[in-house]
């Protein structure tokens, strides 16, 4: 009984697992337990999708990201702590270490509380910018609940964002209106490639000072389109690292709040818990996620293919090159689909790129699409590779690289001089001269003198 008991625990577990492709261990920094309750329908809604959450304060002396050397979680959110700081556990570093052991953040923030001036350190590090004064939020006086912010609007309306990839599986469009109360503003660097907006602030909004006892702005941090009220930044390794400006967005009383813009007509209900699970899915891993699989190569020779993946190629060779890509989507692989206006290429390079190609979509199977290419080696011999290095907004960077050794003819290998149209003139003349010297020479070794000319002999003798 007791084998059996253990095999159906067994079975349970193994039914009971995360979406994520890199774990389901979450660690909910949270300062005061009394707030979890105003949580409670989305930490169902992660435990729900297979999370394992652990909640812990930024006070506890025990806690730790890291446990033997490897991380102790897989993932960590962050809600805005009321204290000055995080702790020794929770410093920018930490963190940065976190992350490159491949784990994701999702950091929450609210503009009714200072940001502490670590985590400001820490956006720095991903030139993603914070007010100055750190009492700041994002007001709107044209796109606003009139229902809950008559007076302040501090609560922003806003459309879901449309599609963030020219394709037909954005993951954060649809349809529906967000409430974004009490947002801390936030501008991106221009010059990083690793950071983009998520969801940006109207145009009529800017930056309000809440301790300003004036009413009027002058000098605001940023307005319009400048701010950005959730970012997402993806490092190199592909950890993620998500910033959500409002954490009163994630509450149960906005997941399903009545809310009234000053020239609707009527209420509507928001969509902040849909919005919600789309941005924890794309932070935690759950979408966006292109995993390779088999890449092959070979020789292709009066049209038939010869061995996979060999090690030596020739100049001039013809070359079909194949390369396999899934996509994961919540809870299983499929085919990933490339946009035709952002292919993905194959470059064939030594110091510099021979050929860029863009790879073609060859198969399709249940859970993966098989791209390729063919081309003819340049007539240069030396170390080659095939590079693959797709990196896109919200998907996972793709870098591969194979070297192969690309050598001259052989001496048997050369064509012959006969078969070269361009030396028939020389070859020509060649075997002329040859030809008229064995000709000179028959004609003198079989012509014999004249009769006058044997007498002048004999006289002169």
């Not at 008559?150 to 599609?163: I, M, N, Q, T, W």
């Not at 891993?285 to 010869?306: S, T």
């Not at 791209?371 to 007539?379: E, I, L, N, R, W």
Request: charged share 20%.
């Amino acid at each position: 009984m007791r084998w059996l008991l253990s095999f159906l625990l067994l079975c349970f577990c193994g039914a009971v697992h995360a979406l994520s492709t890199s774990g389901n261990r979450l660690l909910v920094v949270l300062e005061e337990a009394a707030e979890k309750d105003a949580y409670s329908t989305f930490w169902s809604d992660l435990e729900g999708r297979g999370f394992d959450i652990s909640f812990e304060s930024p006070k506890n002396e025990k806690l730790s990201l890291f446990r033997l050397g490897e991380r102790a979680y897989d993932h960590l959110l962050i809600l805005p702590p009321k204290s000055k700081g995080l702790g020794p556990a929770l410093t920018p570093k930490a963190i940065i270490d976190f992350m490159n052991k491949d784990g994701n953040v999702l950091l929450a923030l609210s503009g009714k509380s200072p940001t502490p001036s670590s985590l400001s350190s820490l956006l720095l590090e991903f030139d993603i910018h914070l007010a100055p004064d750190r009492s700041s939020l994002v007001v709107d006086h044209f796109n606003y609940d009139t229902l809950s912010a008559s007076e302040k609007h501090d609560v922003l309306l806003l459309k879901r964002p449309g599609a963030l990839r020219p394709d037909t599986k954005p993951y954060f469009s649809g349809d529906g209106i967000l409430a974004i109360p009490r947002a801390a503003p936030q501008t991106l660097g221009a010059e990083s490639s690793l950071v983009a907006p998520i969801l940006r602030a109207p145009e009529t909004a800017y930056s309000y000072n809440v301790k300003e006892e004036s009413g009027s702005v002058e000098d605001p941090f940023a307005t319009g389109t400048q701010l950005s009220l959730v970012s997402a930044m993806q490092a190199r390794n592909s950890a993620r690292f998500t910033v959500l400006g409002s954490v009163e967005a994630l509450q149960d009383k906005w997941f399903s709040a009545t809310v009234k813009g000053p020239e609707d007509k009527k209420e509507t209900t928001t969509v902040n818990r849909d919005f919600a699970k789309q941005l924890t899915a794309w932070t935690f891993q759950e979408v966006g996620v292109i995993k390779v699989g088999k890449i092959e190569h070979r020789l292709v020779e009066n049209g038939q293919e010869g061995p996979l993946n060999p090690t030596i190629y020739r100049v001039k060779n013809d070359i079909s090159f194949n390369i396999e890509f899934s996509e994961f989507i919540h809870d299983k692989w499929v085919p990933f689909e490339a946009p035709s206006e952002d292919a993905v290429q194959l470059e064939f390079t030594m110091l510099s790129p021979f050929h860029r190609l863009n790879l073609q979509p060859i198969r399709r199977t249940r859970n993966s699409t098989l791209y390729g290419a063919s081309f003819t080696v340049p007539d240069q011999h030396g170390i080659f590779s095939f590079r693959v290095n797709y990196k896109r907004p919200f998907l996972t960077n793709v870098e591969e690289k194979h070297e192969i050794t690309i050598r001259h003819f052989a001496h048997n290998e050369y064509p012959r001089s006969w078969k070269i149209s361009a030396a028939w003139p020389w070859i020509s003349g060649l075997y002329s001269v040859i030809g008229g010297f064995l000709a000179f020479v028959v004609v003198w070794l079989y012509s014999a003198p004249s009769a006058s000319a044997e007498a002048r002999i004999k006289k002169v003798q």
